[in-house]
């Protein structure tokens, strides 16, 4: 049904380039010919979000809210056919041990310098840890004990503590057992540190940064990530936690901190700014890299 109020067919342009504001996107439009303007339909405004004012004088004015504008090039592709998602060999050249084997695997990052913190002069966070159910024991011991043989996490006597929980994912392990997630209350401790502004990219920024010709996409999750940025060893102690009686503490950046988000985010950025790719973008959040390609050789669509 279209704007002449009678149901006819009508045929669909090839995608056109439409600037919207600041934005160049790809769309594919209906034509009508017995249309006396161009209309967006009705499912566009309405994933859009858009608003329709009519004035007095006969005149109408359309609003769309910032965020809609910032999402637009996914909506628009949104009703695009969808390609076979496709897998590549890795290539040889790439060493093995760039890969983790388990979600426990920990990096580092070389040109991370190693963070130091600064406390407010209140006295310090000491709280007890509370007791754990014997299954939770059991479920998180693995993976405190993989961080203890990794260094990640090492003995320590400190004025602070604050208590850890172990959280119990849906899924089990290969011996039917749940696996556990680490996780410490870390918020009397951000409470302490003196922040700094924290930026973080906007998610609809980054959307918006997807080029409108990318066809193909490479994720890369960058395991344990914070982990991989040393914290100095004159503030190691604020993070210090007990486990079976005994203090312990973190030599990498802790999941929980704060800060660890936008300082990951900042070295990250350093050691890839300048890296650049033929007919690709490398789009960047947190820890989470996107390459978007608008082609993809034959060899790599094995």
């Known amino acids: 049904m279209g704007v002449s ?55 109408l004015s359309l609003e769309v809210p910032e965020e809609s504008l910032n999402l637009l090039p996914v909506l628009l592709s949104e009703n695009q056919e969808a390609k076979e998602p496709s897998t590549f060999e890795i ?14 695997d920990v990096g580092l990052l070389k040109s991370a310098v190693p963070v130091q913190i600064k406390t407010k002069s209140s006295p310090p966070p ?57 996780v410490q209350d870390l918020r009397a401790v951000n409470n302490h540190v003196i922040k700094r502004h924290s930026v973080v990219s906007n998610i609809h920024t980054i959307i918006s940064s997807i080029p409108s010709t990318a066809t193909y996409f490479t994720v890369v999750d960058l395991c344990s990530a914070f982990f991989s940025i040393p914290i100095h060893k004159n503030s190691r102690h604020i993070f210090a936690f007990t486990w079976k ?23 990250l950025s350093q050691d890839t700014d300048n890296i650049t790719f033929k007919n690709s973008k490398l789009i960047k959040y947190v820890d989470d890299l996107l390459l978007a390609s608008n082609r993809c050789k034959n060899m790599s669509r094995r």
Request: hydrophobic share 30%; with cysteine.
């Open 5 to 59: 109020g009678i149901t006819q067919r009508v045929k669909r342009l090839p995608p056109r380039m439409v600037s919207v504001g600041p934005l160049e996107v790809q769309h594919s439009f209906l034509l009508m010919s017995d249309s006396p303007l161009n209309l967006p339909g009705r499912d566009l405004l309405c994933k859009l979000r858009a608003t329709i004012t009519c004035s007095p004088d006969g005149s």
């Open 91 to 104: 290539p040889k050249d790439i060493p093995e041990s760039l890969w983790a084997t388990s979600s426990s």
């Open 126 to 182: 000491s709280i007890p840890q509370y007791p754990l159910s014997k299954e939770a024991i059991e479920g998180i011991t693995p993976v405190i004990n993989s961080l203890i043989e990794q260094g990640i996490i090492i003995p320590c006597k400190s004025e602070y503590n604050t208590p850890i929980l172990p959280i119990k994912k849906p899924k089990r392990g290969p011996d039917g057992k749940h696996i556990y997630r680490f």
């Open 245 to 267: 009686g005994s203090q312990y503490t973190w030599c990498r950046l802790p999941q929980g901190y704060v800060k660890s988000p936008s300082l990951f985010e900042q070295i």
